[in-house]
């Protein structure tokens, strides 16, 4: 089932021309004199030749009239607990909208975890509810679980602006060749795009965040209009343009909620930096750089990017990107018409020894001191093509990642060992960021002024914090929900409860090709072996004495130094044939199980005793 796109829709404002109140095309686009490109023109260079909802011919199902009982359920799958794994379903009556599909990176005690997704159980049996999935943006905290969840899910319509949908799609392709062909996609060409989901009418705004395309989206039903930046920060004028506003979106039918990305609430700094000031600074810096210039950004800075490849068109310098990802975030973009740069001005890096240092730029990743990433090679003299040297100039635009704070302080303190010329936002504008900080926040609920409030996409205390803020510019404490994963809060008759029983939103772990099936027990041995190492006894044991035959072997990985643990090594040895003898009678059969489970855990206990270690002790019986 496709849903329908009404050209022209819905009350969802009485002005609802005011979505586009800005002198500039398009929102985002205009930064940095970058036209956003006319949509037209760039469909007919689609990548992957996708399936557009537009030139498909269908007839629309009706759908049933909601009754009166019907309410609206806002169920968050995950991102009110974590920062990452964002997905809430909106259900009313036989409805389903899910917005965005994330995943959530390991935490440092889930060895060999690649990372963590949406736990889909709620929607069991409702797939064919499932009226369309939106993604606010391509970043992969909210597009990164896509390509499992869209199969799970029989693949429902997909619904973004044009980066996000080209994300999606390379993101499946990556994750299962020729996956897209199933993509029934809809594209939002313009935020007064207005789309029937069912019984769910969609609207769109503009925000501002640090990618490219993204977008707020409202969620209007009879109950109640959701609205819901994505992630956002608040835009500040410059000379060229009107910064984004929220005050239109007052203007939307109550009762309104706001679901707002909180990750800022902490966050009492007050920038003035604008992005303009941003590039005039990096600007400067590639212009008196007397050696090459390498600049470590995120390459889902699909905007900057393009500025830099741009600026070093105008002034006569070369380009070489690396890293995977900043290799495809630029070719996707350049397929969308939103970097225009001239074909020379790109070259490879394994060429730059073929042109003078100083004309050099190497754009690339690894700016959160990712161990394999560009940077992190460069650093450690391991990058075939790139050795720093002192008169290059480094340049780290792109802020801290929570969590991060160590590595790249280690990859600071290597890269001034090397280099005389570092430059990070803590010395120069070279970074603005995609997030609010406290004072936005209570910005835009002024402008917005929401019924309800529900903080969203970030930690718990971010949440709490993103309450009090609301509570200070009015917004009263009992319309204020700080919701857990899982959480159904139901929104009937201009009154809003959470209901007593939550949907399952255990981990779903992601590790290798692998979803799903490892549980807590192999992650919990996993935890063991990390911690304390392995122990491997081989033993033989004769079945007609029950006796231990020859000694024991030993193999011990990450417990202890064999070498210099002679002593221990022969006391486990005699303990082994001890246990065993216990646990055997001479002339009766020998249950194996049992004298298994004896050694592992009395061994484990004798080891503990002796190092108050607990390494994983496997043992291994060879009768004969
Ligand atoms: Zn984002």
Redesign the pocket.
Known sequence: MIPQIKPDFVSLSDKPKETNVHPRPQGHASHGGQARPQHTAARGRQINNPKNIHSQTHKPKRHAQPKKSDSLKIIPLGGMEEVGRNMTIFEYGDDIVILDMGLQFAEEDMPGIDYIIPNISYLKGKEKNIRGVIF????M??IGAAPILLEKLGYPPIIGRDLTVALVKNRLEDYSPKSTKNLKIIRVNSVDDRISLGNFRIGFFNVE???MD?VGVIINTPHGTVIHP??WTMEKDSASHKAVTYHHLANLPRPKVLML?SLGAVDYRTSTTTEEEMYTNIERLIGEAKGKIIIATFS?QVRRIGHILEFAAKVGKLVALDGYSMKMYVDIAKELGYIKVPPKTIIPVKDIHKHPENKIIILCTGAQGEGNAVLSRIMTGEHRFIKIKKEDTIIFSSSVIPGNERTIQRLKDSLYRQCDNVIHSDIMDVHTS??SNAASIKEIIKQIRPDYFLPTYANHFFLKEAAKLAMDVGVPKEKIFVLDNGSVLEFENQRAKVLPKKADTSYVFVDGLGVGDIGHIVLRDRQMMSKDGMFVVITIIDKQTGKVKNSPDIISRGFIYMRESKELLAETRKKVKEIVEQTTTAGHPINWTYVKDNLRDKLGQFLYNKTERRPMVLPVVIEV
């Not at 606010?136 to 970043?139: D, N, Q, T, V």
């Open positions: 606010s943006h391509g970043h905290d909210h965040h640090s990618i993204a994505g992630d990305e889902s995609g997030h």
